[in-house]
T-cell receptor
């Protein structure tokens, strides 16, 4: 079974530029998550999708971050314009159902973003 | 809201020695608790999880964790560490929804 795929793996941009990350979850997984992991910290949930609807985006900086999950499969996370403090690893995860509290989340390798 | 504290930022153990990584949680009801491992350049991999029942949980790669409600702890243990266990370890908790709240992680270094 293929795991969660993410691209690109690395990205370097200047501040105020825009950037987009792509995630392909495990086939059949209904729930998709985007996390931000700043160096030295644990991952922080940015947004959670159940199929193609948003379940939780309370920690997403909506003035600059946006995400979509068209057709309930792939997802894209965008930052526009980027700030220095957005430098982090962006992790995508998926889980089969998402509603049960104990549903296991499977993580992709992440995209490391550096904003100069 | 739930939270997790991992008091040890960095731990060094010798190969073959035992390991215990500490995790304390804060949540008003019965928590769902997880341990994940992250190797360099890799995503997070689930080691084990606790929902209910037996408070001693067995996981992959020879790891186990014990839930102690009285101490609000969920410490991770391994009897004999291998050099390949060097990685960052994260404790996490979910509350009423499936949202994971992670601790800040403990970096494990293994000396030969």
């Amino acid at each position: 079974e293929a795991g969660v795929a993410q691209s690109p793996r690395y990205k370097i941009i200047e501040k105020r530029q825009s950037v987009a990350f792509w995630c392909n979850p495990i086939s059949g997984h209904a729930t998709l998550y985007w996390y931000q992991q700043i160096l030295g910290q644990g991952p922080k949930l940015l947004i959670q999708f159940q199929n193609n609807g948003v379940v939780d985006d309370s920690q997403l900086p909506k003035d600059r971050f946006s995400a979509e999950r068209l057709k309930g499969v792939d997802s894209t996370l965008k930052i526009q314009p980027a700030k220095l403090e957005d430098s982090a690893v962006y992790l995508c995860a998926s889980s089969p159902n998402g509603q049960p509290r104990g549903d296991t989340q499977y993580f992709g390798p992440g995209t490391r973003l550096t904003v100069l | 809201a739930q939270s997790v504290t991992q008091p040890d930022i960095h731990i060094t153990v010798s190969e073959g020695a035992s390991l215990e990584l500490r995790c304390n949680y804060s949540y008003g009801a019965t928590p769902y608790l997880f341990w994940y491992v992250q190797s360099p350049g890799q995503g997070l991999q689930l080691l084990l999880k606790y929902f209910s029942g037996d408070t001693l949980v067995q996981g992959i790669k020879g790891f186990e964790a014990e839930f102690k409600r009285s101490q609000s702890s969920f410490n991770l243990r391994k009897p004999s560490v291998h050099w390949s266990d060097a990685a960052e370890y994260f404790c996490a908790v979910t509350g009423t929804a499936s949202k994971l709240t992670f601790g800040t992680g403990t970096r494990l270094q293994v000396t030969l």
